[in-house]
């Protein structure tokens, strides 16, 4: 047979294989998203994500060193307080849960990267990420708290924050406010790129979240809209966001790669909740490998450009980095 090009020649064994790999991955783009709640002595395992736990703030050094081990050295922090009101008082509370979780994990694990997630739904009553004004969020007296929020994360200890409300204009509001008080060094990764997305589902569980009424429709992005996305991504580089993400991951490499090539700030992607449980509930009935199908998942992003890749996944992507199996 007369053929030039034999694409098969490169696939013949696994040295060559590796050899002309195009993605080469690296551990220190992985953050892991993280729970933590009130109380003591408590590591509970989550329904609807399992091999996920929130813990309590004195429970969560056997997490972080095992991480730091898997050579994990960032982690997201979501907090889960005991008492919501009206105004989430909870998330921008000095002694707040996240707070809290903030000032010990930087005293127990200083070389972990801290990273707050800075929003309103965990504590709200009603569970909106935002103030209401009768059914509506009140995106412009929201953002005073947001940013009350986000400061007080930085005092606690965050190497960065990040805000995922979707307010108009938060990044913007948020740097003036680090900046007024001296955390001019203080990245923010805007989750700019955020759809109204039924993935989230399993977090909601885990961080008792979902709306008490209604949806997030009236602030998260419309998962048919690309260009949208677009002028979310730029708006929030010209605010000063030092890192875009889009989120969720799965359903979006498209959006991963566009916003990649049109703007000049490193790219986040979130492989959210949903995402995460339906590789355990498919792995849990043998329909599919889990290991295998998390790497591949995680390679998709990758290659749709994201620089940072944040999972539920991230001590296990850590090891198969580690093994050779991805990357
Ligand atoms: C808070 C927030 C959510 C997630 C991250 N930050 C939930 C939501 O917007 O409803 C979802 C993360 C996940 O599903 O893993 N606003």
Redesign the pocket.
């Known amino acids: 047979m007369d053929l030039m090009q034999r694409p098969r020649r490169l696939r013949g064994n696994d040295v060559l294989r590796k050899m002309v790999r195009e993605l080469r991955l690296d551990k220190s783009s992985l953050v892991y998203?993280m729970f933590v709640r009130e109380g003591s002595n408590i590591r509970e395992e989550i329904p609807s994500m399992p091999g996920q736990y929130r813990y309590s703030v004195d429970r969560m050094e056997e997490k972080l060193s095992e991480l730091l081990d898997a050579g994990v050295q960032s982690v997201m922090l979501?907090g889960i307080p005991d008492e919501k009101d009206e105004l989430g008082s909870g998330a921008y509370a000095q002694d707040g849960i996240a707070q809290k979780a903030l000032r010990k994990a930087k005293q127990i694990c200083p070389k972990m990267y801290l990273i707050g997630?800075v929003?309103m739904?965990?504590y709200t009553s009603h569970g909106h990420?935002g103030v209401l004004c009768g059914h509506e969020v009140d995106n412009d007296r929201t953002l005073e708290l947001l940013a009350k929020t986000a400061l007080s994360q930085a005092q606690a200890g965050a190497d960065m924050v990040a805000p995922?409300?979707m307010m108009d204009g938060r990044v913007a509001f948020i740097r003036r406010a680090l900046d007024a008080e001296g955390y001019a060094n203080i990245p923010i990764m805007s989750?700019a790129v955020?759809f109204a997305s039924s993935?989230?589902g399993?977090?909601?569980d885990a961080?008792g979240?979902a709306p008490s009424f209604g949806n997030?429709k009236s602030y998260?992005m419309d998962y048919h809209n690309r260009r949208e996305a677009l002028k979310e991504a730029l708006s929030d580089v010209k605010e000063g966001a030092d890192i875009i993400m889009v989120?969720?991951a799965l359903a979006y490499g498209d959006l991963i790669r566009e916003i990649t090539d049109q703007i000049n700030v490193p790219v986040a992607a979130?492989s959210?909740?949903?995402e995460?449980a339906m590789v355990k509930a498919a792995a849990r009935v043998g329909f599919l490998d889990e290991e295998a199908v998390m790497c591949e998942m995680a390679a998709g992003a990758y290659r749709a450009g994201c620089g940072v890749y944040i999972s539920?996944f991230a001590r296990e992507l850590a090891e198969c980095m580690d093994q050779g199996m991805i990357g």
């Open positions: 998203p979501f997630d929003c739904c965990e990420c995922s409300d989750y955020k993935f989230y399993p977090f909601r961080a979240s997030r998260q989120k969720p979130y959210v909740s949903g995460y539920y």
